[in-house]
């Protein structure tokens, strides 16, 4: 072979090693360049989703969160009341509510009305809970958990064994001592659980198989779950008993089918006669009205808190679209407050109404306090005929207050 073919021949094999090392290189910065514009994009998607916030504070009476955009006659479904003052991340808006991020999965909707803007709030990544302080006086148990910052939470009530379950979002777990005193006296055990990164468990176990009632507050940084006793003698001579006339003033309610009565009047008429036969037996009675007066849910709610009663009977009388329904119904909200409705529901029956049924999770402004077992009586509807009849009888007024005391006096019973 002449001399310069092999030249060549090295030639075009250095240049095509020189080509594919080229190939090699322009492909490497290529594969890098997608690198850095993903990372760049994400990273700015990122920055705008992490910035694309409002922070602020609940504010106004009785805040709530919702679990979602779901409504009905009753409002949408409830998952907790709020202390004022806790830290909100607004992250998205409705007409009426705010969408706030409780935690990294975890979503609620917040009423306008109930939040405040704060430009200086600076939300940090995470938030730890310290120690725990488990104690008691001469009416109540105290948990108390302080925090780095007052966080929104949510609870819920557990039977068999009973329990109180409180989450607190956005928290995280350092807590590494609980100082438990003796004066504590309904509260079995506390303890908690990381449930997951951003989401704090506390449980306290309750001594009594009946829920009394809790309310959750905080005092500056400091979570306080305020734990009600049950009495020490769980007799109606012994205990405060709140009964609520339901609507009232310019509320009406429902009206009879025939007569046209008016729910207001009549469930006032029903409350009277309760209260009398509550007083006979010795009770501290309370009455959210006893004439007619208007009164609208958050009124009735804050009244009843500083009332604090043993127990709540709301006095209701139902409607339907169809006049062949019929019946007695009781209602209650919080699991640890069903016995009560079942008890007096039992009773109701004895007088030989339909039974419409025991309604659970029920919506009802008066069924979400978790400070004191409570009880929705829709005591027959005034959109049948025949249980029309019924209501309009004073008779059946005394009949029905005294099936009420009986299915009390039995829950209480259950108690001891």
Not at 51 to 73: H, M, S, V
Not at 355 to 378: D, R
């Amino acid at each position: 072979m002449p001399k310069f073919s092999k030249t060549v021949i090295a030639v075009r094999i250095n240049t095509e090693q020189l080509l594919r090392v080229f190939l090699c290189y322009l492909s490497g910065m290529i594969r890098f360049l997608r690198f850095v514009c993903v990372f760049w994009a994400f990273s700015t998607n990122a920055q705008t989703i992490q910035n694309n916030f409002i922070a602020g504070k609940t504010t106004g009476i009785l805040p709530f969160l919702e679990y979602g955009l779901g409504i009905d006659r009753l409002g949408g479904a409830k998952m907790t009341y709020l202390d004022t003052g806790v830290t909100i991340k607004v992250v998205d808006s409705t007409i009426v509510n705010y969408k706030v991020q409780l935690s990294k999965d975890h979503f609620a909707y917040l009423p306008k009305q109930n939040f405040q803007r704060e430009n200086d709030i600076k939300l940090l990544p995470y938030y730890l809970t310290n120690s725990w302080r488990v104690s008691g006086d001469d009416r109540y148990d105290y948990v108390t958990v302080t925090l780095d910052e007052k966080l929104p939470y949510r609870s819920m009530q557990q039977i068999n064994p009973s329990k109180i379950v409180v989450d607190i979002f956005g928290a995280t777990g350092n807590t590494n001592w609980i100082t438990q005193l003796s004066t504590a006296e309904e509260i079995k055990n506390v303890y908690h659980e990381q449930l997951e990164d951003d989401v704090f468990r506390v449980i306290i176990e309750l001594k009594n198989k009946q829920h009394w009632g809790y309310s959750i507050y905080y005092q500056e940084k400091r979570l306080v779950i305020r734990v009600k006793r049950q009495p020490a003698e769980p007799d109606l001579k012994n205990l405060k008993v709140a009964v609520d006339a339901g609507h009232g003033g310019d509320n009406n309610g429902a009206r009879g089918i025939t007569t046209k009565i008016l729910e207001k009047e009549y469930t006032l008429l029903f409350a009277k006669q309760l209260e009398k036969l509550l007083l006979d037996e010795n009770a501290d009675v309370f009455m959210t009205r006893d004439k007619d007066t208007t009164l609208n849910m958050p009124d009735r709610i804050l009244t009843l808190q500083k009332e604090d009663p043993h127990f709540l009977i709301s006095i209701h009388l139902n409607s339907s679209a169809r006049d062949s329904i019929k019946g007695t119904s009781t209602y209650y909200r919080h699991i640890g407050f069903r016995p009560l409705s079942q008890y007096i529901l039992k009773d109701l029956l004895e007088l030989g109404l339909k039974e419409f049924g025991n309604i659970g999770s029920f919506n009802f402004a008066l069924s979400g306090p978790t400070e004191y077992p409570n009880c929705l009586v829709e005591v027959a509807f005034l959109s049948n005929k025949e249980d029309e009849q019924l209501i309009l009888d004073p008779e059946f007024h005394k009949a029905v207050a005294a099936q009420i005391i009986a299915g009390i006096k039995e829950w209480l019973k259950s108690c001891k």
